[in-house]
């Protein structure tokens, strides 16, 4: 299936990632950008029942929280980046339980575990960020669509940006996710992520 399947065909759909490429670096964009394809891809091949709309919006702004615009002092990354999708959803039309529901999966991307019956697109983000950012069971994805996508969208040094990003995280909300992340080793696993030796 040509990854182009995998993205809605929606005015949400187009206009989230619109925001993402007008807000994100060239490798938050591109982490964005397979984040949503490893799991679309993931949901599809496991018949794993989603909203596809959601699912996309959701990955193209999980990480607009580490942009600097839209950093919060305060709140967490996922928290802010939620709002800015609550924010993305009422500008789409979506009701008030569709705007939740975005910013619910978003601040989902970041838990260690997310049950997939309670929250599909949840569940499916977290797998996705986990395989991108750290190289979590990458095995779960077939070899020639690891290649692909990171052919596609390669990943133009995200692992130091991205630990730039939460290390700064952590020196201003120690008590954060991205701050326990920082405390716990986070660096080692990012920085040998497998998929940073298929493409770059």
């Not at 394809?37 to 999980?62: K, N, P, Q, S, T």
């Not at 697109?121 to 779960?140: M, Y």
């Amino acid at each position: 299936m040509p990854l182009d399947h995998l993205v809605p065909d929606t005015a949400a759909a187009t206009s989230a990632f619109e925001v993402a490429q007008a807000f994100h670096s060239p490798a938050l964009l591109n982490h964005c950008r397979r984040a949503h394809l490893w799991a679309a891809e993931y949901g599809r091949e496991r018949g794993i029942a989603f909203d596809a709309e959601l699912l996309y919006v959701a990955a193209m702004l999980h990480d607009i929280g580490l942009v600097p615009v839209f950093d919060s002092a305060t709140v967490p990354f996922e928290e802010a980046g939620g709002a800015v999708a609550w924010v993305f959803g009422a500008g789409a039309g979506w009701d008030a339980g569709r705007r939740r529901r975005t910013a619910e999966v978003i601040v989902a991307h970041m838990a260690p575990e997310v049950d997939v019956a309670a929250d599909p697109e949840g569940h499916l983000l977290e797998l996705a960020t986990g395989l991108d950012v750290s190289g979590r069971r990458p095995d779960d994805w077939p070899a020639a669509f690891r290649a692909e996508v990171l052919d596609a969208h390669p990943r133009l040094g995200l692992a130091e940006e991205f630990l730039g990003c939460f290390t700064e995280q952590a020196r201003r909300k120690p008590s954060s996710l991205a701050g326990q992340f920082v405390a716990e080793g986070f660096a080692d696993r990012v920085r040998a992520n497998p998929l940073d030796g298929i493409r770059r």
